[in-house]
């Protein structure tokens, strides 16, 4: 009985290997591991936020957000794009040299601490960028609405009616 487990736990081990080491292969179709791909059309050159369009707080699209909020989602996502960005752009780069020079002769403990720096850092700045956002859109939703964020079972509540004329919230 022993053996069979035994002999399924190893098949599965390799099977996991083994796809591993084909993403890995897939990852650096150029110059093998440690080289980092080319930048391509369509390949990782290419913006992609990290989490995709989903928002910076959990929950968010549950809500039945009124079409102001989803204004200002929109314009808020918008002007973060750039930073959001350049900050991927960034740790992926460190992240490539960091990956290459561990590959080299010439690597330094200096140089890939210095590496490693510039990618928590950009890391960083993408954390800020969320703490920002979700500091905004907190300020937007109603009481019900962020009460909905926190109590997971809770139904999300109905669109808030818009604000009359004049009415501070109002654009």
């Known amino acids: 009985m022993v053996p069979i487990r035994l002999t399924r736990l190893l098949v599965s081990c390799l099977l996991v290997a083994s796809a591993a080491v084909r993403a890995d292969e897939g990852a650096h179709p150029e110059g093998g591991p440690g080289v980092p791909p080319p930048e391509r059309p369509g390949g990782r050159g290419d913006f992609r936020p990290q989490h995709g369009p989903a928002s ?47 590959g080299t002769p010439g690597f330094t403990p200096e140089r890939a601490r210095e590496l490693a720096r510039a990618q928590a850092s950009a890391h960083a700045e993408l954390l800020l960028l969320d703490a920002q956002a979700r500091h905004q859109i907190l300020g937007w939703l109603t009481t019900e609405q962020r ?6 079972g809770r139904p999300a509540p109905a669109r808030p009616e818009a604000p009359p004329e004049g009415a501070p919230g109002r654009r």
Not at 61 to 73: F, I, N, V
Not at 147 to 152: G, I, R, S, V
Request: glycine fraction near 4%; charged fraction near 30%; proline fraction near 8%.
């Open 56 to 102: 910076p707080l959990p929950g968010l699209e549950r809500l039945r957000l009124s079409e102001g909020q989803q204004d200002r989602l929109f314009q808020l996502r918008h002007e973060q794009a750039p930073a959001r960005h350049e900050q991927h752009k960034r740790a992926r780069q460190a992240a490539d040299a960091l990956r290459a020079l561990a």
């Open 147 to 152: 009460q909905a964020l926190t109590e997971p």
